[in-house]
């Protein structure tokens, strides 16, 4: 069974913190994404990476920041946390090619207070 | 502007019932791919079908079947008979570009299916 697994299920953070969330994927994947959903909003993407330490900036990436050292490993960094920044996030991994379906975590929901 | 379109923010159904979602999209790519995804309450999103720009076949798998059409730039999916279980957030999403881009998705904004007892 392919999997891509999100550090954590539910996190409460306080405004100003720097938060890191982890995702880690089994399949080799070479493309990985981080998106955010609101209701009403659908999934944006924040960033999505194409290759080990390389990274695309997505339609919402103010406020985050990314890095992936290792081929199986995608880590979402926000600076600062806010408020506004409190959502579900999702990670997904993907083969770099248009026919693939892009695989997904479970969710990270992330209060912050 | 969005490249994905699902006008139907939430649909409501009683069981059994047929129900159809729409997605319209936009691209200027002739080599395209679309997909469908269903997020139960779960939160995991799922993935249901992908399509390619050059096969406008629909496709019917148990009770979903899928209907693209070109002309209309549509990728819709209808659930035939609907359960309790269908209810979910559905996502259809968009595949082209090439470069640095290749292999990401654009989603629509989702529908929300509610299907009572």
């Known amino acids: 069974d392919v999997k891509v697994t999100q550090s954590s299920r539910y996190l409460v953070k306080r405004t100003g913190e720097k938060v890191f969330l982890e995702c880690v994927q089994d399949?080799?994947?070479?493309?990985m994404f981080w998106y955010r959903q609101d209701p009403g909003l659908g999934l944006r993407l924040i960033y999505f990476s194409y290759d080990v330490k390389m990274k695309e900036k997505g339609d919402i990436p103010e406020g985050y920041s990314v890095s992936r050292e290792k081929k199986e490993r995608f880590s979402l960094i926000l600076e600062s946390a806010s408020t506004n920044q409190t959502s579900m996030y999702l990670c997904?991994?993907?083969?770099?090619?248009?026919?693939?379906?892009?695989?997904f975590g479970q969710g990270t929901r992330l209060t912050v207070v | 502007a969005q490249k994905v379109t699902q006008a139907q923010t939430e649909i409501s159904v009683v069981e059994k019932e047929d129900v159809t979602l729409d997605c319209v999209y936009e691209?200027?790519?002739?080599?395209?791919?679309l997909f469908w995804y269903k997020q139960p309450p779960s939160g995991e999103l799922v993935f249901l079908i992908r399509?390619?720009?050059?096969?406008?076949q629909n496709e019917i798998s148990g009770r979903y079947s899928w209907n693209f059409q070109k002309s209309t730039s549509s990728f819709n999916f209808t659930i035939t008979a609907s359960q309790v279980v269908d209810s979910a957030v559905y996502f259809c999403?968009?595949?082209?570009?090439?470069?640095?881009?290749?292999?990401?998705?654009?989603f629509g904004r989702g529908t929300q299916l509610t299907v009572w007892p």
């Open positions: 399509r390619n720009s050059f096969d406008e």
């Open positions: 997904a991994s993907g083969q770099g090619t248009r026919n693939t379906e892009a695989f």
């Open positions: 999403a968009l595949s082209e570009g090439g470069g640095s881009t290749l292999g990401r998705l654009y």
């Open positions: 691209t200027r790519d002739t080599t395209y791919y």
């Open positions: 399949m080799d994947h070479e493309n």
